[in-house]
């Protein structure tokens, strides 16, 4: 499974430009050397929905971070053929995303603090995979 968390690309929209990365070619200039999170409503529990159930949940999670209040851009997940549109959001703490994705019923997360990154079980806040970061 390590492989699948490796190998995930994710593609921000940021400032109009397109950001694409893995854990392991993950940029370090802002806002990515400040923590953030990178979170989805898609598929909870790892069950797969229709694309009209998935964007209805993450439209509801749109809403959400509304009301957070933390800057975030869309999105996206992917790994070979499977996609799962997603958000990052900046200067979200650990403690609050894992929380937040709880609520959408996630599995894991993509969270990069400032000294490591990477994937952490929701239910845990364990790392599944996790790299330190070079400053």
């Known amino acids: 499974m390590k492989d699948i968390y490796d190998n995930t690309h994710f593609r921000i929209s940021h400032n109009g430009e397109e950001i694409d990365f893995t854990i392991d070619t993950l940029p370090s ?11 989805t409503a898609w598929n909870p529990n790892n069950q797969p929905l229709s694309l009209e159930e998935n964007t209805a949940r993450n439209e509801e999670l749109f809403e959400k971070l509304l009301e ?23 200067e979200i703490p650990f403690e609050e995303a894992i929380e937040l994705a709880k609520a959408e019923e996630q599995y894991a997360i993509f969270f990069s ?7 952490y079980e929701c239910e845990t806040g364990v790392a599944i995979t996790e790299r330190a970061l070079e400053k």
Do not use: K, N, R, W
């Open 113 to 119: 603090s400032a000294t490591q990154v990477g994937y």
């Open 29 to 39: 200039y802002p806002p990515f050397d400040a923590p953030f999170a990178i979170l």
């Open 68 to 90: 957070y209040g933390y800057p975030f851009d869309e999105a996206l997940g992917y790994l070979d053929d499977h996609s799962e549109e997603s958000y990052c959001i900046y």
